[in-house]
């Protein structure tokens, strides 16, 4: 830690203010720490004598797996104040009024007297951090309190044992301050209990999979189109977060389903920029398909229309729901999307060759529950299987829906952990 801070914050410093002359994301998060502090004492001035958690995430992907803790804490103890801090601008300016969440905000610069003042405002009864994302003046800061931090979704990767002593030197260093740690699998859990024997290590599962059954029952944001006459008894494939190399392999495949088979599609593109928008308008429409954006739906619900594409962000969780099929983009491209999205929906799901980024996937693709295609060809066969055969369609549904039942619980594990430390 003295080197830590005696180099590392220092250069650290300097690093993001320089690379925030050239780096838009970063300098966004530099200009939202301005007057940070001024803002997070006035919300410490409206606390009384509750009880507080505070929980630290990366960005918008973590602040996911933090969603079902904090709504599980607010049901468990409803005085309790959940505090979110974020590192990543994108996070932070995504997160939107949660009504579980009582305040958001950045993270301070990890700096001794940053985590000192930011621990003495907020006083919480426990930290939490999601993931991998630990600062370790502030870890430290609720140590020296006396106040329990908990690492959760904690995982380390298997071929840890491969790496050089100097890294399993600061792996020991940025863990050892936790009070607890929850891993992700049994075999994550024994890695980490190898990696700091004096720290417990107990297995609690993934958020993850809680947050993803929370989102499959919030079906109220596309009410309009679950009951309007364009979705109902028609053979529906949703395409998620695709990338322009997803789009060159599976819009052929949506052609000849539409054609062929009267399918409709809903497209949500990874990045709805205005451009890529056009270029998806465009490519649908000179094959004569229907094509709106679903924003302008919304404002005129009409049928008939081909293909919707979502034209905004945030919906694409909910949007599975009324599909049959689902295919999850970014697996031609830099590795597959969340596949557990669909899989909550009880969906089939259709991916491409690039998915071992994601366990989840790997996992789908073994259980049956997702089929992987090669090229265009293999997708367009892919999807006539499963529009025209329901028995098939409906076995990986299940398969689908029975891995997200089977991981599901995570949250109140660690609430049981938290539950010694914040009274009932």
């Not at 650290?12 to 502090?37: A, M, T």
């Not at 930290?127 to 995982?155: C, M, T, Y």
């Not at 945030?314 to 729901?321: I, P, Q, R, T, W």
Request: proline share 6%.
């Amino acid at each position: 830690m003295a080197l830590y801070n005696l180099l590392g914050v220092p250069l650290l410093y300097v690093g993001f203010h320089v690379l925030g002359l050239f780096h838009r994301k970063v300098r966004r998060g530099i200009i939202g720490r301005k007057g940070l502090f001024s803002r997070i004492e006035s919300f410490a001035s409206t606390l009384g004598d509750e009880p507080r958690l505070w929980i630290h995430v990366s960005s918008l992907g973590e602040f996911e797996q933090a969603k079902p803790i904090a709504a599980l804490a607010k049901e468990r103890w409803p005085e309790v104040k959940v505090i979110v801090t974020f590192f990543s601008p994108s996070g932070y300016e995504h997160a939107g009024e949660v009504k579980y969440i009582d305040f958001i905000s950045y993270l301070p610069f990890d700096s001794p007297r940053n985590a000192r003042r930011f621990i003495s405002l907020i006083r919480p009864s426990a930290g939490i951090v999601i993931r991998h994302d630990i600062w370790p003046n502030h870890v430290v800061a609720l140590r020296r309190r006396g106040i329990p931090a908990l690492l959760v979704d904690a995982s380390v990767n298997p071929s840890h044992n491969q790496r050089g002593a100097w890294q399993r030197i600061v792996d020991r260093i940025l863990l050892q301050p936790f009070t607890t740690i929850c891993a992700v699998s049994e075999e994550q859990a024994q890695i980490l209990r190898k990696l700091v024997p004096n720290v417990p290590v107990q297995v609690s599962g993934d958020t993850r999979y809680d947050q993803v059954v929370r989102r499959a029952r919030e079906l109220e944001r596309i009410r309009d189109l679950s009951t309007h006459p364009s979705f109902k008894n028609v053979d529906l494939i949703v395409l998620g977060s695709t990338w322009p190399s997803d789009e060159d392999v599976v819009f052929p495949a949506v052609v000849h389903c539409v054609d062929r088979l009267g399918a409709r599609a809903i497209v949500c593109p990874h990045e709805p920029s205005e451009g890529h928008l056009l270029e998806i308008f465009d490519y649908f429409e000179r094959h004569n398909l229907r094509c709106l954006a679903l924003s302008r739906w919304r404002e005129s619900p009409v049928d008939p229309w081909d293909i919707l594409v979502v034209d905004s962000v945030g919906l694409l969780a909910n949007l599975y729901a009324l599909g049959q099929v689902a295919y999850v983009g970014g697996s031609f491209g830099p590795g597959v999307h969340s596949v557990l999205e669909p899989a909550a929906h009880a969906k089939p799901v259709v991916i491409g060759p690039r998915y071992h980024n994601s366990p989840d996937a790997r996992l789908l693709v073994k259980r049956g529950a997702a089929t992987v295609v090669h090229n265009a060809q293999e997708a367009q066969e892919a999807f006539f299987r499963l529009v025209t055969e329901p028995q098939l369609r409906e076995k990986m549904a299940r398969a689908a829906l029975e891995v997200v039942q089977s991981h599901t619980g995570a949250s109140e594990k660690i609430l049981d952990v938290l539950a010694r430390f914040i009274a009932e």
